[in-house]
């Protein structure tokens, strides 16, 4: 038997995994646990939504489209610039993708060759840091260091070191929900356009901000990537569906590359998309909840003793140091699962150095899975 392994396909498994597999073996014998763990919406998505899909099943014919995606729904992003930021995007310019994560491998291999170094922020989401590996990208993680988003000078200081090529950045943050304010955000892209680095901003949590309106990259210039999607917000990560605006210069070779790996996103998924505009009353509730579940963690987490480790400005998620409680934020998230049956998300697959020391809760939940969750943690502690 010949079997082979290429070094790019050794890249880190995603530890949060094991604490799921874990959960579910659990919830599968009766065991009554509250998941903190999962990054996504517990509502299903929005009625119109279903309700076109279910349409489009009945007509039966769902096929390949456009690489780029159907018409009419780059026709509704770019809609969704002008009526959310006020900016004018060409339809020309988005690309469809099958979530944000196709978009990233897209964006990766028509901007980055082998070798290239592209910044990050530690901590952040894994799969930035998984995917780029196995590209063979080089990947640059800038430890936050107790700072609650990347800036510019961040930026200059591994720039100076060596050449960077590129830097993602996601703005509310997986898994800090920090955000970075308008002012530094256009510091941070003017600093990397001058020092000649290509930007990706991850807007895949827009319209999850709980005090400021969102600041979209784009709106500091049209050579800025920008990634986003419909898991989160919207409620349908399993609908795999994202999108992405171009910089025009990349436009075709996005085409080029996403007609050979995908064809095209799925049909189904695109034509349920075009409402997801439309249900903004019913998301703004949703939203309205885990603005409630966010208010109740902000002040019951620090009471037992999981210190915020960047502000809950946006998305679900509370980002702790867990210091006071142990030193292997593994370990007491097993320990944590397995006595008190609450499951949240250890820190080591977000920050490879400093993640043994913190935890993410997500509160995607319902509100009184939030409570519940805080007093079995209350009493497990005691
Ligand atoms: C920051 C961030 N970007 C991208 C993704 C991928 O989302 P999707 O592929 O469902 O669009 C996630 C999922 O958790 C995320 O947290």
Known sequence: MVVSLSRRGDVEPFHAMDVLAEANRLKAKGVPVVSMAVGQPSDPAPAGVRQAATNA????????????????LREAIAQHY??????????GRIAVTTGSSAAFNLAFLAMFDPGDRVAIAAPGYPAYRNIMA???IEIVEIELDGDAYL??????????EKTLKGVLFASPANPTGAIIPADELSALVTTAQELGIAVISDEIYHRLAYAAPDSTALACGPDVTVINSFSKYYCMTGWRIGWMVLPEPLVRPVERIAQSLYISPPELSQIAAIEAFKATAELEAVKARY???????MQRLPELGFTLAAPMDGAFYAFCDVTRHTNDSMVFARKMLAEAHVAATPGRDFDPLQGHRAMRFSYAGSHDEMVEAM?????WLR
């Open 151 to 160: 800036h510019a000078e961040h930026l200059k200081a591994a720039h100076r």
């Open 291 to 297: 603005a409630g579940n966010r208010e109740l963690l």
């Open 82 to 91: 002008a009526d959310h930021y006020g900016l004018a995007v060409s339809p």
């Open 57 to 72: 099943l009945k007509m039966g014919r769902i096929g390949y489209t456009d690489a780029l995606g159907l018409a009419g």
């Open 134 to 136: 196995a590209l063979g």
């Open 375 to 379: 007093m079995r943690i209350e009493r």
